[in-house]
């Protein structure tokens, strides 16, 4: 083993020793942090403990975001990221076995598993391109739109992942720029319902949507609403994503009917979206089905994500 490998091995033991002090800890009651968990965090230990915990708490959130369900929840249960967690390494691991249904035991397993892929993780920085001063994010994002019939419908469902307590909303502006006036024929459909709608200038429209309960830090919801638009003449050729928050696993679904495009192009760019954006012919998707998934692993603000086609 060389000399790296074996510096890397060292690093990985420290950091994973590093989390699992603070698994016993709690991070709402730790007030020391290892170096090296500090140092993959990229954290300064200039500031106070309260700003360096606070850091440390957002940063991890961020990481568990990549995490699978089960063991995201089971890290941060076990670690104590709800404020009202017990505060108690044995209530929280008991707390965690609860929330499964399964046995002390399996939920250690379950907490040591997932300590060891965020070891893995933050050591190969899949992290570090995820903002962590955000409210919230989108763990997933989903854009479904059907043209089969007479009145286009496009249904958006939503996965987000709460970084602050208590979030009870989410804001969103939608688009829609050959759409006359100002109604917009929007309904929500599961897990939110419509606290605010705004017409803000032609084809764009604010909207608030209203969570069923608060979320803890760490918790996801799902949520979704449609928009039924008058006639195909109301939609561009063209939707997508121009995310405020980093988002993942995000997914683009077109439905055509008897009338479809002669090309499809999917497409990551600065704003703003332009349909009639020259495309090198070479670019675009020949021929086009009924059904077309377009998917993006990882959204990050500043640029729009999408699909365009031209009839």
């Keep these: 083993m060389s000399n790296a490998d074996d510096t890397r091995e060292d690093g990985a033991v420290a950091l994973r020793a590093a ?11 730790a007030d020391r942090f290892s170096q090296v968990l500090l140092d993959t965090l990229n954290i300064s230990d200039s500031d106070s403990a309260a700003r360096t915990r606070e850091l440390v708490r957002r940063s991890l959130l961020s990481c ?22 017990p505060p108690t390494r044995g209530a929280r691991l008991q707390a965690t076995a609860d929330l499964f249904g399964v046995s002390q035991r399996t939920a250690y397993r379950m907490v040591d598993d997932a300590i060891d892929t965020l070891v893995s993780m933050l050591l190969s920085n899949q992290e570090r391109c995820v903002l962590q001063d955000v409210d919230y994010v989108f763990a997933g994002a989903r ?30 502006r939608i688009g829609f720029p050959r759409l006359a006036g100002e109604h917009l024929g929007l309904r929500a459909l599961e897990g939110c319902s419509i606290g605010d709608l705004k017409f803000v200038a032609p084809g764009t429209w604010a909207l608030r949507l209203l969570l069923p309960k608060k979320l803890h830090p760490g918790e996801q919801h799902s949520f979704a609403f449609s928009v ?21 696993d995000a997914e683009v679904e077109l439905l055509f009917g008897e009338s479809r495009p002669n090309a499809l192009q999917q497409f990551v760019s600065t704003p703003p979206l332009e349909p009639e954006a020259h495309v090198p012919p070479e670019q675009w998707s020949q021929p086009v089905a009924r059904r077309h998934l377009f998917r993006f692993d990882q959204m990050q603000p500043g640029l729009c994500y999408g699909v365009r086609w031209r009839w």
């Design 19 to 29: 989390l699992v002090a603070l698994r016993a800890t709690g991070i709402h009651r």
């Design 64 to 85: 568990t975001d990549r995490l699978n369900d089960r063991p995201r929840k089971a890290f941060l249960e076990a670690a104590g990221f709800r404020r009202d967690a």
């Design 143 to 172: 854009c479904r739109v059907d043209m089969s019939g007479p009145k286009p419908a496009v249904v958006m469902e939503r996965t987000i992942t709460a970084r602050s307590e208590g979030i009870d909303h989410t804001d969103e």
């Design 228 to 248: 039924i638009l008058p006639d195909h003449a109301s939609l561009d050729p063209l939707v997508g994503f121009l995310p405020h928050t980093a988002t993942y």
